[in-house]
């Protein structure tokens, strides 16, 4: 009937288009039309209705969507149809339109998407533009497009990143890229970066060097940041080891090892590593019954403190705590049960959730963060001792493998020095050496002892590695200059161990 231009009573004009139509529809499809029609507004009475606001082409689609109920969304006009459809109160059709723009987000579109749907008030469609943006931060962040974002969006994206040095490089590049109206947000924003958290050498080199901090306000915060640093770094640092039957023992005068109260643990080949309070332990079997809890060792109040329960039950995993974040990785579920998952305890909001499983399930693998990536070296398979090498993708939750270990290097110890990884002790008397930018591998000098499940750590910028079965010896290591030593403190026990760490006490 509207092609046929038959009992048409009004004529919608956009641009120099002119479509005729039946109010009767318009009104009975579009909220829009039907307040303008029953109501006393002057283009009820008109024979034409000029909407300017609306082109031709998408006047024409919306009029045939009105008639038909379908309609056609692409690249070329979801923006503007969305803007159309906003006018005319077409809530489905911006729902629609939402969920296609939600399928061609990408690192170069987020920003955008993100203020469009902050303008159209698309929940959906924001969330989703989010989500990418907090992925792809690293490649936008000096881009003029991460300067377009409003303040809202940006808070909330500055406050998912772990890291509060990345937090202030990312207000920076904000404040910057928005223009001299921003200058003045600048110190209310700075809440947002934990300063205490940063490095002294960050704060030295870039949060003083940054002319916005230079603002009483911005001054007492640099202060307080920097007292915080100086009384952390006061405490003094201790040994701390703990054998596979869960006795521990500390350190704190280089000369003798006190025990320290053990009530919260009673299991064997449990895993332990190091936090920011002082170290955490989970897992661990009785009579190859797995375990799933973890207790956290707050060293300054000298207390345990339960944190929740594992996913999988397990004992000989690993363990790495990196940036709030509690990585579990392999171990066994049984006396010949070999474990693959890996899992993740957010310590901010005592959150589990499950990671990209392991290619194989593997016991004692070591693990390692080296600036921002994390590896796991050997451990043990269905099949026996492993060299294999693996790196986690935090960003897409898969693993990838690297050059194997050029030797097994059973029942050994790895850390991290100068953004290499040190594998040392075991049954071989291993010391090799990884570096991760280029992928190889080289063989260094051994070391005197085995250490068999000997751990091992950097200390005062060197390596040590003590115990294991056989040997009360702690061995030095200087990797500038490919040597080892023995200290003249011994370890409080010789047989199998389960971690050394140093923690503030």
Known sequence: MRAATELVDVILVFGEAKIPCHKVVLAGTCDFFRAMFVTEMKESRSAEVQISEISADIGLTLVNYLYSGNIEITKQNAQAL??????????????????????????SNCVSFVNLARFYELTSLRKA?????????????????????????????????????????????????????????????????TLSKCSKEFIC?????????????????????????????????SLVVANRDGNAWMCSDNKTWKS?????????????CSSPEGFIISGGHTNYNPKSYCFSYVALVKQWRLLPNM????FAHASVYYQDKLYIIGGMESQHG?????????????????????????????????????F???????????????????????WEERSAMPEECRSGAAVEFDGFIFVVGGREKSCMRYDPRRDNWDLLQRTTFPHMYGPAMVWNDVIIVGGGGGTHAIEEYCPHSDTWSTWQLKMPYSGHLRFILKIKS
């Not at 489905?92 to 969920?99: E, F, L, P, S, Y």
């Not at 931060?137 to 890291?163: N, P």
């Not at 499950?354 to 693990?367: A, E, I, M, Y």
């Open 82 to 107: 969305l803007a159309a459809c906003n006018m005319l109160l077409l809530t489905g059709v911006k729902k629609d339109i939402a969920k296609f723009l939600s399928s061609q987000i990408c690192n």
């Open 129 to 193: 533009a989010h989500k990418i943006l907090i992925k792809h931060w690293t490649e936008l962040i000096d881009t003029k497009e991460i300067g377009e974002l409003q303040e809202v969006d940006f808070v909330e994206l500055i406050k998912s990143l772990d890291s509060q040095e990345d937090r202030f490089r990312f207000l920076q590049n904000w404040v910057r890229l928005g223009g001299s109206d921003r200058d003045d947000r600048f110190i209310d924003l700075i809440e947002h970066v």
């Open 205 to 237: 080199n870039v949060v003083m060097d940054e002319e916005r901090m230079n603002h009483p306000k911005g001054m007492k915060l640099i202060q307080k940041a920097l007292q915080a640093l100086m009384l952390v770094q006061s405490l003094h640092e």
């Open 260 to 272: 320290i109260e053990w009530h919260a643990h009673e299991s064997t080949y449990f895993s332990g």
């Open 311 to 314: 996913h999988i039950p397990r």
């Open 338 to 374: 070999y474990v693959d998952s890996v899992e993740r305890l957010d310590a901010k909001i005592m959150r589990r959730e499950d990671l990209c499983d392991l290619p194989q399930g593997t016991s004692t693998p070591l693990v390692v963060i080296v600036k921002d990536r994390l």
């Open 376 to 398: 796991v070296l050997g451990g043990v398979t269905k099949v026996g001792h492993s060299k294999m090498v693996l790196e986690y993708h935090f960003k897409n939750d898969d």
